[in-house]
Nanobody
Framework: QVQLVESGGGLVQAGGSLRLSCAASGRTFSTYAMGWFRQAPGKEREFVSRINWSGYNTDYADSVKGRFTITRDNAKNTVYLQMNSLKPEDTAVYYC?????????????????WGKGTLVTVSS
């Protein structure tokens, strides 16, 4: 069982930056692929970024590539999402998720555990 708690959301102006954190419980954090997903009002949840257990492999949605960076610190059981050059269309609730298989972690259905989310609002 893995419990995930996101933090770091808030209100920021367009062009600004935020860093989201996701703290995980459990001693097996380092074995999980981790992902970030987001859901804007009235829209379906969508993939943002993922990272494999070691941090060697990362992947991004085209909409955030070059602006967002995912990292993890297995010693701290934490995964991060650095978000730069934020745009109003990045406004959403951001969810952290953990899955046992990196190859399935682009799909929300491939993830096994979810946090409750943190709200990011980008004003124009």
């Amino acid at each position: 069982q893995v419990q995930l708690v996101e933090s770091g959301g808030g209100l920021v102006q367009a062009g600004g930056s935020l860093r989201l954190s996701c703290a995980a419980s459990g001693r097996t954090f380092s074995t999980y692929a981790m992902g970030w997903f987001r859901q804007a009002p009235g829209k379906e949840r969508e993939f943002v970024s993922r990272i494999n257990w070691s941090g060697y492999n990362t992947d991004y949605a085209d909409s955030v590539k070059g602006r967002f960076t995912i990292t993890r610190d297995n010693a701290k059981n934490t995964v991060y999402l650095q978000m730069n050059s934020l745009k109003p269309e990045d406004t959403a609730v951001y969810y952290c998720a953990a899955g046992t298989a990196y190859y399935r972690s682009r799909d929300a259905y491939g993830m096994d555990y979810w946090g409750k989310g943190t709200l990011v609002t980008v004003s124009s």
